[in-house]
């Protein structure tokens, strides 16, 4: 969907909305939860890895460099998780896809203040940014309810 809004001519210009990107990161059962370290308004609320798709960039390439710079690791993107997430009024939208890690890489926090693994049990233990909440509720039934593994 597109925004329309008048330029200074008065005329209608069509805008589409910025898209954000977002990785369910899934491990064992687990998704992998990252915690902002800004700006502050943010900082210590927890999301997806992701962000801005650039222009002439692929919603999944955007995601595998996106995953590469802030956690140091490669994945692969799989399906979609959720629906299309309306933000800044419509300004952009957050689409967040299932991704695996590939070759063992181990993410590292490099921009995140904090990084955890949840289970569907602990998925409502952090305060999640507020538009991540549909997609939370869809990544639920794809999540083990098992205990952590002693
Ligand atoms: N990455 C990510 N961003 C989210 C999520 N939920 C949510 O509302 N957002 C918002 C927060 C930010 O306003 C925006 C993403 O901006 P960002 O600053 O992380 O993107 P970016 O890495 O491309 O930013 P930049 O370096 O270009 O400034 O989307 C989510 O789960 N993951």
Redesign the pocket.
């Known amino acids: 969907m597109r925004t329309e809004r008048a330029n200074g001519g008065g005329n209608a210009v069509r805008r589409d909305p910025k898209v954000?990107?977002?990785a369910a990161i899934i491990r064992d059962g687990r998704v992998l939860a990252?915690a902002?370290s800004a700006p502050p308004e943010?900082a210590g609320m927890?999301?997806?890895?992701?962000?801005?798709v650039?222009p002439g960039e692929t919603e999944p390439a955007a995601l595998a460099r996106?995953c590469v710079?802030?956690l140091a690791v490669r994945v692969e993107i799989g399906a979609r998780i959720g629906r299309d997430?309306r933000?800044?009024h419509g300004r952009?939208v957050?689409k967040?896809y299932a991704a695996r890690l590939l070759h063992d890489d181990e993410p590292q926090p490099l921009?995140h203040s904090a990084l955890r693994w949840l289970s569907a049990t602990d998925l409502d233990t952090v305060t999640?940014?507020?538009?991540?909440a549909p997609?939370v509720a869809a990544l639920r039934p794809l999540l083990s309810t098992d205990p952590p593994p002693r």
């Open positions: 954000i990107v977002g990252c902002r943010v927890w999301e997806f890895p992701g962000g801005k650039e996106e710079e802030e997430v933000m800044a952009s957050l967040v921009e999640w940014l507020p538009a991540d997609i």
